[in-house]
């Protein structure tokens, strides 16, 4: 069984930061598919970032250079470093753990 839970969301006003963590118990393992997406009211779930076992990231083109993912194997966390951030970045942002598990987001609100 694996449980994510988010945290770190919240209101921020635009070109400001945000720092999204996920912690994943259960059975991870370090050589985990980690990904970050985000929903926004009306729209459908999109990718934000991902990193591989390699440490191996990719990254939507509207988050490129504004946006870090990283991993603490030692932690099982993920994060989701968030700066210059825009109003089109309110979403829900996701936790997800090898395309199958899910956390239950935290709410990112940016307001103009």
């Known amino acids: 069984q694996v449980q994510l839970v988010e945290s770190g969301g919240g209101l921020v006003q635009a070109g400001g930061s945000l720092r999204l963590s996920c912690a994943a118990s259960g059975s991870v393992f370090s050589t985990d598919y980690m990904g970050w997406y985000r929903q926004a009211p009306g729209k459908q779930r999109e990718l934000v970032a991902t990193?591989?076992?390699?440490?191996?990231?990719n990254y939507a083109d509207v988050v490129k250079g504004r946006f870090t993912i990283s991993r603490d194997n030692v932690k099982n966390t993920v994060y989701l470093q968030m700066n210059s951030l825009k109003p089109e970045d309110t979403a829900v942002y996701y936790c997800?753990?090898?395309?199958?598990?899910w956390g239950r987001g935290t709410q990112v609100t940016v307001s103009s």
């Open positions: 990193i591989a076992s390699g440490r191996t990231t």
């Open positions: 997800n753990l090898n395309r199958i598990f």
